[in-house]
Each structure stands twice: as structure tokens, then as C-alpha cells.
């Protein structure tokens, strides 16, 4: 214990230094002052200590003491003196006539454990039974990021995150923790920021603590939306005493972080002239170099906060600006945060928080779900436009293709194309705490969220599609809205063997989304793009909705540990949502844990080298309801009629009356040990998770009139473990520490309806249908689904025959699976999972005195990723440019090789030629710090001062072809299904950063 007390004195031996050259010691208080002496020591030992704070209680008059523990304070007779200490317990002293007043402070037990929040509370680390990850707020700004979602990447054992869309600015990012759990709902984990269930997570920069909760110990007192799991975030809060102003900002220089190697003009000609007759164009485009340009981040954060006893508060704005390595791309930020708790009297506490943002995304088009006539994105036409054309042809226009599709130029797609997203959000949590007795308190929130969408799509006649349609102009609007209240009793009683912590609450929460969608065409001029649609001289079709769903619910929650060894967790939950049928809205979700400290044994005293050592299990079950309101009506929708002026409905949803809820019952065992004072920790977890009465949507026969209707059929499971090892390698003035995480889930589809199903996710225009992947009993979710590629025939094989199929020297060649001598469907076998093997990262962390290194490195092996991006450039049949690939296609003189000749009526074939291994290692983030010392800081009248520079994806590791290995083509409309597949994506980058820190 004394070693601890001279930790937490050399700890705040500077802050009691500087706090102390600019404390305020100027009082509000009426009667005679009088100068009050003493000394603040420790109750267990006797001996002063610096640092701790001496505040006149009501007020932010204070002092702080010094290097022996002495303090001196001016004070009236009437005053109480408030004397804290971290990891001490707080005491107040009347004044009264005494003007030498020394306060031993008891040691604070509970404050010296770790806490760690969990749903409706927190818990002392030790009594944690559940598995439950924590990430740094540092880790989570490292460098600057558009949300907090990327600053999670590569943090938490268990938790897989990937960019929806390489490093477009603004783009989603995809969540899923221990894989996931359904396969039409939603997989993405239940969001809760200070007490906000499904609220938005505000900038890293704001956040104080985050807690991944990944068991069904943890996740069922969310119930029915638990079973992928929970992010719990706590944002910053004031402390008492002096008013702290923090100024953070950055810039950092982006590129692109990989290019695709392609044919130039004349080996573009002389590919195609292989196919046709084709006289070259003259140029020698680079498109590559046309598009991409140097992007860059702006990011500033101004924080103010402090309070006294009694009022705290927390107040920032940040303004995030990322200019995209593509003209016309970019995503701009506005946000403040804001947290005031006060204590209103000795036994009701109140406090509300405010966090508001606008985002502002200026995207140009990629990933485009067709790129056929007229319709290539940027990056789509970029690789495949003819290199062999300028930007613009003799008479000033933008070119336009000659080979296969006719697309834009892919500088006339990034320069007249427009479209904007603003999304505007504001979530407020308020709340009063009542502690009627020092072991029975009452706490009732109430959360209020509302979030304004407006996107605008302008297609110009200066493009084909708008040139086609004389101005294409559309815009969507809507607004979701939450009301949200939590209403729960805590108990917490504790003895000497005895520790008890219970909760038990009611929850209501009511969501509405409103939307309205208009365009219109035959544009009087392109001037106005989406803001005057009355200037079309087509209206088409509009459209506008309103969906309104509630959740109600009652829960309870007992953990109990008894001597200090043995923890309890039960938890219960009943939910009933609207979303389901009449008779099967309500659903139970239990949960039970245990955990064994088994270093608090008294056969273990002996063992000093362990400082933790803890056995955890656990099962429960949990839900999940993620899907959109009205599913179990019967519905009609609109349709086109055949009478000009007339309406028509048609049938849009069948009835579903027993649909109910998704449940996902999931084991865990678990086990904490941590060795040498703590200087070594492992966390490592097994689990095991089924997910039932699958919301899926089935496929129906074609006579019923509908594609499909949604379900409760099908099993999926989820296994695999989990390992977070960190080391204290070095202490002293040179520090080193480490930090491992590791992750392997193994997903697998138990039963569906139909055994076996199939579905596409490739581009329109490739016309390779909707059986490229499969959803199959015995598999992971998603494989892909093709043809056995061989090379190419040589003349003199034996060739083998089928509908569309090559039978001649140079052509493709596909192995007869079920050997008929004919190449048909079902020559077809499964070609790749692009689920990954498993996960890992790499933190560590060096410290030299004042200068800080970090270097975070990341990994994720054994994904299959389909390149369609590929398919389109290397089959050859002329459509378009193509890689360098070409140079070694077939022909009479180059026999040697695997790349078929090029064919200009081959058509686009799913096969394992454009399967690729997505494994990479990157290194995320490598940053040098440093913190300029107390005497310096002191001199130029700043707290702290901290220069830094880092970068960010300074090198991949990968034998993916493609851009980059972290994309997800058509993630947006199935993050569950829709795994492994690259078309179009904007490119990942890598970045430079230099930022300062500044405390006031």
C-alpha cells in the first residue's frame, strides 16, 4: 500500500506544481477571513502527500497542497473546508474557531479497483462474470478519424469493423461482434452513449471510456436487441476546481494507397485490335493520374470544463473537414457535445447531456450497382475507358468510349456528377438520481433524438444518362425520431463476505421515420440541379411514408459476489415489440454467470507472481427484432396502371402471423489472469452462439406473385475464441508496453427452409445472374458459388462442349465437375468463403522520458475476395481497357500462359480465376510524440503542450490484386450476406498527420 500512495503522489506531483502557480484564490464569502494551516496526510501511514485538493464547499475557492502535504487557505469561521484526493476518500471539515486544521485522509478501496461499466451501471472489475472488452479514448483518437467506429478497428478481440467503401469520405463503416448472428436482420451491435440505448457515437475526441459487452451475461439486459452485441460509451465530464480549456488539432495529407497497373493507348489498340478492326486514338491517357489528387484532413477540437462541488461540465466543438483523393469528394463535420451533472442536495443528483452534429458528404459515384450505358461511376470508368482518348475530343466535349458500353469519361463523371448528403442530429439524455438510503437509489432518464437526412442527385446533360433524360434531378428527404425513458432502482448492500449489486427498471422507447422521395427530368437548364424540380418538364412518380415501431420492457439484473471469490450474475429480461405478430410481440431473455477468483483463495496467497487469476462461464439467451416495421401485414403497394391518370395497387406483402423474434442463446467460458504486479494480463475467451428462428426472407414459387416473404425459419451458428494479451515490458524512464489481440469465429449455416439457396451481388450489367453465392446448410454465410477454372485450351485438348462455352485453342477452360462430358450448371461448386480465418493486431507503446512511440499493426487472414472490378478488366472480350495481365494473353505465339485469348463474344463467367486471397497485414498507425516539461509549460503560461506526427496505412502486406483488400461492394443493402466483393471501390489511402495539444 505504500508503494501505491507514492505512485499517486509522484503521479501528481506536476499537476499540484502547475495547478498552484494559476489556483484562484480570490473567495465570495461574507464574515472576517482568517489564514487556516495544517497538513493533509494519509490515515494508513502517516505521511503528506502533494496534490490533494483543499475547496471551500459551495464554492471553486481552493488550494492545492504542497510538496510535504501543507497547505495554507483563507477561510471564515462558517466554512467547511472539502478535502479530496484521488483514490482517497473525501472529507469535509468545519472550520469553526480552529485555525490549524490537519485531515488525514482514509484510503478509498473501491476507487483504487478499476471500474467497469456495464448495462444500467457499472461494477468493479473484479466482480465482472461476463465477457466484456475496454478501449482506450487515446486508442480511439490515435489519428484523426470520421467516426468513432474506425478509431474501434483492430482494438477489441472479438469485434470485426470494415470500411463499406475503401477511403471515401464519410463512408459507413460495418460492425459485427463475433460474427454474424443473422442473415436478413440486422447484424450491427446496439449502440448506448451515456445511458442512450440506439444513440449516435460522438466524436472519438469526446469520448471517455468505451466498453464492447460480447456475451449474453452482458448483452441480456438489452434483450431483444443484445444478441450482437453492445458498445457502451461514457463521454467526458468535468471535475471540480479550476476551468480546463483543451485545444486539439490536426492536419493530415492523404493519397491514394495503390493503383491498378492497366494498359496504355497503343497496348489498349492492340488489344482490341486482336478482336475487331480499331485504329488507335492518339493519346496516351493515364486515367489513374486524372482522378486521383492529394486529399487532406482538417480536425480541431476546443473542450472547456470544470465546475465546483457541486456543478460540473463539459462542453466541446469539433470541425472535421476531409477533402477526397478524388475531385468533388469530401465530408465535412460540425458537432458539440456538451455534459452538466449537478448535485442538487445530499440525495438528488440531476444531469443532462447534448450532443448535436451536422455532416455534410459530397460524394462522387462508385461502387455503382450497374455500370452498364451511361452508367459508370468514377472509378469504374476510370479502369476500363479508353486510354487511347483525351479528356476532350476536338470540339471541346468530354469523349466518350468506343468499346463495348457507351460510358462517360471518368473526369466528365467527377466533375458534373453531383450529389450531397446532409444529415443533421440531435440527442439530448437527461436525468435525476435519487439515493433514498446509502444502499437503495432510483434513477429516471429521459433521451430525446432527432435526425434530419436531405440527399440531392443531379445527373447533367454534359453526361449521357442526363443527356439521355435532358436533366435528371431527384432529391430524398426524411426524419427519424426517438423518445426514449429508463426508469430502474439499484440496490447495492455490502459486508464484510458480502457484496450485492441489483438492479431493476422499465423501458419505453418509441421510434418514427418519416420519408418523402421526388424527381423529376427534361431540365429547363442545369443550373439549379435538385432545387427546382418544377423546372422539369417530366415529373416522374414521387413517393413518401411514415413507419412508426415501439419497444416496452422489463428488466432485473443481480450480481452478487460472495467473500471476495465467487460472482454471480443473473439477469432477466421481457420484451415486447411492435414490430411483430398480434400474438408474438413479448419474449423472455434469461442469462446466468459465474466467475471463481480463484487468486483470493487462501491456497493462492502464497503465489505472489499472480495479481489476478479468475474463471468466468456464462449462458444466456438473447434477441433480435432489427427488422422494419409492419413485416407481419398483409400490405398492398403502388403500381404503374395501364390507364393514364389512373392509380393501381398491387400486392406487396403477405401476412405473416406467427413472425416473432430472432434468438441467439450463446455460451461463454472465460478466463483473467494477470502475473508480476500486473505487468503481464490475458484475457481469453471460448464461445459459442445459435441464432434461431432466423428472420430470413424466403423465397417464393413465381406464381405466388412476390419474391419472398420474411420468416422465422433457419439456424446459424457462431464459434470460436478470443485472446487479449498485455505486457508492461519495461518500466522506469524508459517504458514499453504491449498489447495483443487476437480473434477467430467460425460461422456456419445449420438449416434453412430449402436446404440450400442462392443469390447474386454483382454488378447489373455483367448479367451473371443471382446464384453467384450461397447460402448453404454446412457453410459459412455467403460463399461463393462458380465454375473450376483450368487455364486455356492448347491445340490438339480435348475440348470440352456446353452452351456459351469455349471449345478452341486459347479459350477459356472450366473442369467437368460431374464429369457428362458437357459443361453445364451443375459443374458448379463452392469457390471461396470470404469469411476471415482469423484476426489480429499489434499495439505497442514507448515512452523515453518525454517522447512517446506507437506502432499498430493489423491483420486479417484467410478471407476470399471476388474482384468483379477484375472479372470486367481481364476477360478479355473487349469491352473496355484491361491490366497489364493482357500483355500475356494466349495467342499462337505466347502458348505458355493462363490468360485466355482475347474473345470478343466471351461473356462474364463466375469462376475461381477472379477469386482472389483478401489476407492482409497492415501498419495502421506509427506516431511520435512529445510532451513539453512543466518548466517550459509553466513559462509559456499552458497546462501542457504536446506536438505529434503519425501515419496512417504507411504499408499494406497483401497478394490481392485489387486496390485494396478492405472494400464491401453491396454491403450497404445485407452487411450479413453480401461478404467478399470488390467492384468499383473508391481507393483506401494513406495518410500523414501533424497535430498539437493544448492544455489551458
Known sequence: MRLKNLFLRIRYFSFSFCLLMYMNTAFAQTGEKKVITGTITSEEDGMGFPGASIVIEGTSNGVVSRMDGGYTIEATSN??????????????????????????????????????????????????????????????????????????????????????????????FNIKVRGGTSINASSNPLIVVDGFVGAEMPPAEDIASMEILKDASSTAIYGSRGANGVILISTKTGESGKVKVDINTSYTTQQASNRLDLLDGQQFASYINDIQAY????????????????????????????????????????????????????????????????????????????????????????????????????????????????????????????????????VAMMNEYQR??????????????????????????????????????????TLLKGDNAKGLAGIDNSKASTFLTENYFTIKKETDNHRLNWVNGYSYQKDSRETMTASAQNMISNSSSWWALQQGGITNPSS?????????????????????????????????????????????????????????????????????FKLRASYGISGNQAIDPYQSLARLDATYSIDPGQNALKIGNFASPDLTWETTSQVDVGLDVGIFNGRLTLSADYYDKNTSDLLFFRQLPTVAGLK??????????????????????????????????????????????????????????????????????????????????????????????????????????????????????EDREIIGDPNPDFTWSLNNSFRYKNFDLNIFIQGVHGQDMISYTHMELETLSGKGNSTTNALNRWTPNNTNTDVPKANGSRPYRMSDRFIYDASFIRLKNIALGYNFPKTLTSKMKVRSLRVYASAQNLLTFTDYPGLDPEVGYGSGSNTNRNLGADYASYPNVKGYTFGINVGL
Do not use: C
Open 708 to 825: 419472398g416473404q420474411l420468416q422465422n425459419v433457419g439456424e446459424v451458428n457462431n464459434s470460436g475464441f478470443e485472446i487479449m494479451l498485455r505486457t508492461n515490458n519495461f518500466v522506469g524512464d524508459f517504458e514499453w508496453d504491449t498489447e495483443f489481440v487476437f480473434s477467430r469465429n467460425r460461422n456456419e449455416v445449420l438449416s434453412l427452409p430449402d436446404s440450400t439457396e442462392f443469390y447474386g451481388n454483382s454488378p447489373e450489367h455483367m448479367l451473371l445472374g443471382d446464384d453467384t453465392q450461397l447460402l448453404v446448410e454446412g457453410q459459412p454465410v455467403g460463399v461463393f458459388y462458380g465454375y473450376r477454372y483450368l487455364g486455356v485450351y492448347q491445340e490438339g485438348d480435348d475440348f470440352v462442349p456446353g452452351s456459351g462455352f469455349e471449345t478452341e485453342a486459347g479459350g477459356e477452360r472450366f473442369a467437368d465437375l460431374n464429369g457428362d462430358g458437357e459443361l453445364t450448371a
Open 279 to 410: 485504329e488507335y486514338g492518339g493519346a496516351n491517357t493515364n486515367w489513374q493520374d486524372e482522378v486521383y489528387q492529394n486529399g487532406g484532413i482538417s480536425n480541431t477540437q476546443v473542450s472547456i470544463s470544470g465546475g465546483s462541488e457541486n456543478v460540473k461540465y463539459y462542453v466541446s466543438g469539433t470541425y472535421f473537414d476531409q477533402k477526397g483523393i478524388i475531385n468533388n469528394s469530401g465530408f465535412k463535420r460540425y458537432s458539440v457535445n456538451s455534459n452538466v451533472n449537478a448535485k442538487l442536495n445530499n440525495w438528488i443528483k440531476a444531469g443532462v447531456s447534448v450532443y448535436t452534429r451536422r455532416g455534410t458528404t459530397n460524394g462522387v459515384r462508385t461502387q455503382e450497382n450497374t455500370g452498364g450505358s451511361g452508367s459508370a461511376g468514377v472509378i469504374g470508368s476510370m479502369v476500363r475507358f479508353n486510354p487511347d482518348l483525351g479528356i476532350y475530343d476536338e470540339n471541346g466535349v468530354y469523349t466518350i468510349s468506343t468499346v463495348g458500353d457507351d460510358i462517360d469519361n471518368p
Open 544 to 612: 413518401s411514408a411514415l413507419t412508426e415501431a415501439s419497444l416496452m420492457s422489463f428488466y432485473s439484473r443481480a450480481n452478487y459476489t460472495l467473500k471476495n471469490r465467487y460472482v454471480f450474475t443473473v439477469t432477466a429480461r421481457y420484451d415486447g415489440a411492435s414490430n411483430f405478430a398480434e400474438n408474438h410481440k413479448w419474449a423472455f431473455f434469461p442469462s446466468a454467470a459465474v466467475a471463481w477468483d480463484i487468486n483470493n483463495e487462501s491456497f493462492m496467497q502464497d503465489l505472489d507472481k499472480f495479481s489476478e
Open 79 to 172: 466554512d467547511v473546508l472539502v478535502v479530496s484526493f484521488i483514490g482517497f476518500q473525501t472529507q469535509k471539515i468545519p472550520v469553526g474557531t480552529r485555525s490549524v486544521i490537519d485531515i488525514a485522509l482514509p484510503i478509498e478501496v473501491e476507487s483504487l479497483e478499476e471500474v467497469v461499466v456495464v448495462g444500467y451501471g457499472a461494477v468493479r472489475k473484479s466482480d465482472v462474470s461476463g465477457s466484456v472488452a475496454s478501449v482506450k479514448s487515446e486508442d480511439l483518437a490515435a489519428f484523426p478519424v470520421s467516426s468513432a467506429v474506425e478509431g474501434l478497428q483492430g482494438r477489441a478481440p472479438g469485434v470485426q469493423i470494415q470500411s463499406a467503401n475503401g477511403g471515401q469520405p464519410g463512408s459507413g
Open 420 to 461: 450531397e448528403r446532409v444529415v443533421d442530429r440531435l440527442q439530448s439524455n437527461s436525468y435525476f438520481d435519487f439515493a433514498f438510503t446509502n444502499w437503495l437509489s432510483f434513477k429516471t432518464t429521459l433521451g430525446l433524438g432527432v435526425t434530419n437526412s436531405r440527399e440531392g442527385e443531379y445527373w447533367p446533360t
